[in-house]
């Protein structure tokens, strides 16, 4: 059988069918059999999409690394306090162990708040084995937590879940999923606001199964300022449960399944609901 050779432009590369096989070639030539290969498409090739600005972590990277897409760091503890306001810090996909507890390190402002949050396209997963709690923010102030998913934080007695924050103003938890958080205590929780919190927003969550409170308003001095809206809270005794006096809280969009009680204000003020499914129903 007769051979015909291809040339293809520096740079680019074509779309071949050879029989009932399809691909991208991109070698200076490719010697094929005539009447075997249809030739689709040619173009250039596509540069790798450059790295986001920011710092990063993945489950290989190592904390005495810079820090790069390229030389990850590998725990929130490490990696969070080397951010200033406005930066962001970027969560490869995979598995992440062994990580929890007293782990956020750095403030932003209120116009340049600091960020944690899954890296474009990817999916980031805390494993909580062992562990009391995901991301604890004590004392820090404008932190973001965006798309992450934790699952199983919580070694009890009580009070365990995979979100909390103490003494911090601004903080937004948003797009995160978490599951199954806690060890058996209605005191644990998926999101816990602490006291001393203010101007906290939870927001387009996904949170299911746990023995206690999606989200979990609790301890003096009350919270106040917490939106809480457009979640999903599934299969906990409470989705959302306000107490401690806490002052202005507002809960509207979510959806509530399974839960024994939806929506329990047992001392807080200022507690409005609206637009929630299945009802707005404050017991």
Known sequence: MTEHRITIAPGHRRYIRVGTASKWI?????????????IINEGAVPPPPPPVAGLYIAPSGNDANAGTITSPMRTILAASAKLAPGGVLYVRGGTYTGQGGYNWKSSGTSTAPVTIKAYPGETPLFDGSGQSHGIIVSGYNYVV???????????????????????????????????????????????????????????????????????HIYHDPGPTNVLIEGNS?????????????????????????GNTINIDNQTGTNVTASGNSPNDIIN
């Open 26 to 38: 991109s070698d200076p030539t490719l010697t094929v059999a005539v009447g075997d290969t249809v």
């Open 145 to 215: 937590i965006d798309g992450l998913h934790f699952n199983g934080f919580g070694m009890g007695p009580s009070g365990d879940g995979s979100i909390l924050t103490l003494n911090a103003r601004g903080i937004t938890i948003q797009n995160c999923r978490i599951t199954n958080s806690g060890a058996g205590f209605q005191q644990d929780h998926h999101i816990y606001v602490n006291s001393g919190c203010a101007d906290i927003v939870i927001r387009n969550n996904y949170m299911q199964t746990t023995p206690g409170a999606a989200v």
């Open 233 to 257: 809270m599934l299969n906990g005794y409470w989705g959302v449960v306000v107490g401690s006096n806490a002052n202005g809280v507002a809960v509207n969009g979510n959806t509530f399944s």
